[in-house]
């Protein structure tokens, strides 16, 4: 599928992906804070025929790691490699400029979700490795795993 990945800040796109996934993004006070993030933060949108399919924000927490805030894909284009694409140009932007680890936060495996085993296999698939599964992050109802993906090594 043909994309173009550009930078910018598109907090209504996101808006309107995120009510299409409910199943990842089903809670609204996250969904608000998702967007109000995108407002601020550097995003990366998917464009396909002028729309945009995918967005990825990203919050950077020093100059060796940032972590992506959200990551979301239009439904019908799921196993496209959309959000591959986006977090390859993700990852080459970071080592540009000197980080060294990327983080991602995703419900954990101990609240099973046919979601989100997706959501782990492709992090997985795209190189990261699970770090920890937390309880005191989002609640002992819903566990948060951090995965975590080297991007290079500490000069």
């Known amino acids: 599928m043909d994309v173009e990945i550009i930078a910018g800040r598109w907090p209504e796109d996101l808006e309107r992906l995120l009510a299409d996934l409910p199943e990842w993004f089903g809670i609204d006070a996250s969904v608000a804070d998702y967007v109000e993030s995108a407002r601020t933060l550097p995003s990366l949108a998917a464009v396909h025929n002028g729309e945009v399919v995918g967005l990825c924000v990203v919050r950077h927490h020093n ?52 979601e989100y085993e997706r959501t782990r296999a492709f992090y997985e698939a795209v190189g990261f490795i699970p770090l920890e599964e937390r309880g005191d992050i989002w609640g002992a109802e819903d566990p948060c795993l951090i995965m975590v993906k080297p991007l290079g090594r500490a000069r």
């Open 63 to 114: 100059p060796f790691a940032s972590e992506i805030e959200v990551l979301a894909v239009r439904r019908d284009l799921h196993r496209k490699a959309i959000g591959r694409r986006l977090l390859d140009r993700v990852e080459r932007d970071l080592r540009e400029h000197g980080a060294l680890l990327l983080q991602v936060k995703t419900r954990g495996p101990s609240a099973p979700s046919s």
